[in-house]
């Protein structure tokens, strides 16, 4: 099965390269300079995943992350506000040459540190030479609660079961996605996306039952302008099931499988400032992290009011 997905994401990085080559002689033959896009989204993250949009070199950007609890008790923790699980997340990104951003972020739960990069492969231009923007993007998460606390929760275990020394490795997480965006006009832009997430540790209990170490995931976005400032967005991550590379080959009770997401919200944007405020069912910060562990339902038990800010400065 890996290698099935191996060959299935070179082939289509293949044709991705081919068709842009294709396209670029085009204009050669037509004689007419084509430009990206701008503003396929008002930021490169929108809600909590990552857009197709990345800054001109030498910006730094800043990003603030909070989401509180779930609304489940309603008025009485004010919707979640001052309940207890709230989740927060700060980082830096900077575009060092073009098309290429590198970030770090510190995120409270698990104080997990992140290491993470985006690339732009292609851009939509305004002639539609290309007709379509692909960015990849990576994240590398360190957990950093002290050792007891992660061994606490979880067995480091062989596969006969037997305990093995805790080691730096058992610390770390990855996500990698490609994602696909178009801006139709002026106020429809719509991304997606597939992702592959890993965990070096996860839990383990008796009878050979673990939770799975890997995830392929698939990732919708978007968002509707109503306003030169003002936009609904929406985004919606699914795991999915696929036995082949999974640990378990079923999910109970006890080995639930994650489940998928929906946040809606509305984002406000002054060109270097973009706020936006959403309802969520996932109260994880990093990809990876709702890949593999959203028991969320969405219902009121499970959304959660959140926002995220952006700030650009350009060096």
Known sequence: M??????????SFISVFSFAQEE???????????YPVSATFESGILIDAQTVVIPEVKTLEMIIQHKFASIEKGKSDLWGMYGAGTNIRLALNYVPVKNLQLGVGLTKRNMTTD??????VLQQTRENTIPVSVVLY?????????????????SVAS?????????????????SQLIVGRKFNEWLSLQAGVSFSHYNLTSYQAKGKQYDHDKIGVHFNGRIKVSPQGSLVFNYDAPLKIKDISEQHDWTDDFPHPKPSLALGYEISTGTHAFQIYMGST????????????????NKKGFAV????TRLWSY
């Open 115 to 120: 290491l993470n990069a985006k690339w732009s």
């Open 24 to 34: 670029a002689t085009d204009e050669t033959v037509a004689k007419v300079k084509d």
């Open 138 to 154: 990576g994240v590398a998460g360190i957990d950093g609660r002290n050792e007891s606390d992660i061994t606490d929760k979880v």
């Open 2 to 11: 890996k290698k099935n997905i191996i060959t299935i994401v070179l082939l």
């Open 159 to 175: 596969p006969v079961g037997e305990i093995n020394d805790f080691e730096f490795e058992d610390r770390l997480s990855y996500f």
């Open 306 to 309: 959140g926002f995220t800010i």
């Open 283 to 298: 109260s994880s910060l990093l990809p990876q992290e709702s890949m593999l562990w959203n028991q969320n339902e969405m």
